[in-house]
């Protein structure tokens, strides 16, 4: 069953700690994103890669580091420099990169971690 | 710069009734746009999208929207509501200029009414 996982589903942080959230897709899809979801508002694009090992700041990326090793896995850190981390991180993938034409880059959607702060 | 709006941020129907959900773009570039769904604490799951061809545009579960360039909306229906149709809908343009870039709309909460 092809899609895109994100865990784990619900994840604390204690004042000071750097946790990471795990997104791993089996569409052998090029790009993927890391989005932040506050309520009323849309979502915020906090980095993107387009290919393995590199990856490119979004709108929001202060507070927040990724990775890109492999094709299958965009690792993000919420690092304690991120003050207002308490939000829903979503993780999304698309077969190529932004700038290769509206249908290649459409966008498929994890279900989601949900991060509090303890 | 591109922009969405979505001019509603609750909408409440009765079940069986037409769902109507509104959405205002800005784009200095022939747009692509998409409805997304958002049920309670899941990811998002793409309804339909807009891609320069019909300007009607027919997407899962019996919803559709209308492209009209010369009012700049993308508004998305369904003729009758369904329960499970309750959830949060984003409208999305997609920067066209170079980046195709997601471009979010604040979304729309729907209630569905017994």
């Known amino acids: 069953d092809g899609g895109i996982t994100q865990s784990p589903k619900y994840l604390f942080r204690k004042e000071g700690q750097n946790v990471t959230l795990s997104c791993e897709q089996n569409l052998n899809h090029d790009a993927m994103y890391w989005y932040r979801q506050d309520p009323g508002q849309g979502l915020r694009l906090i980095y993107y890669s387009q290919i393995v090992n590199d990856f490119q700041k979004g709108d929001i990326a202060e507070g927040y580091s990724v990775s890109r090793e492999k094709k299958e896995s965009f690792p993000l850190t919420v690092t304690s420099a991120q003050k207002n981390p308490t939000a829903f991180y979503l993780c999304?993938?698309?077969?190529?990169?932004?700038?290769?034409?509206?249908?290649?880059?459409?966008?498929?959607f994890g279900a989601g971690t949900r991060l509090s702060v303890l | 710069a591109q922009s969405v709006t979505q001019l509603d941020s609750h909408v409440s129907v009765s079940e069986g009734t037409p769902v109507l959900l509104r959405c205002n773009y800005s784009?200095?570039?022939?747009?692509?746009l998409f409805w997304y769904v958002q049920h309670p604490n899941k990811g998002l799951q793409l309804l339909l999208k807009y891609t320069s061809a019909a300007t009607l545009v027919k997407g899962i579960n019996g919803f559709e929207a209308e492209f009209k360039k010369s009012e700049t909306s993308f508004h998305l229906t369904k003729p009758s509501a369904h329960m499970s149709d309750a959830a949060e809908y984003f409208c999305v343009v997609s920067d066209t200029s170079g980046t195709y870039k997601y471009i979010f709309g604040t979304g729309t909460r729907l209630k569905v009414l017994a």
């Open positions: 999304a993938s698309s077969i190529r990169g932004l700038g290769t034409g509206a249908a290649k880059n459409i966008q498929y």
């Open positions: 784009s200095s570039y022939s747009p692509s």
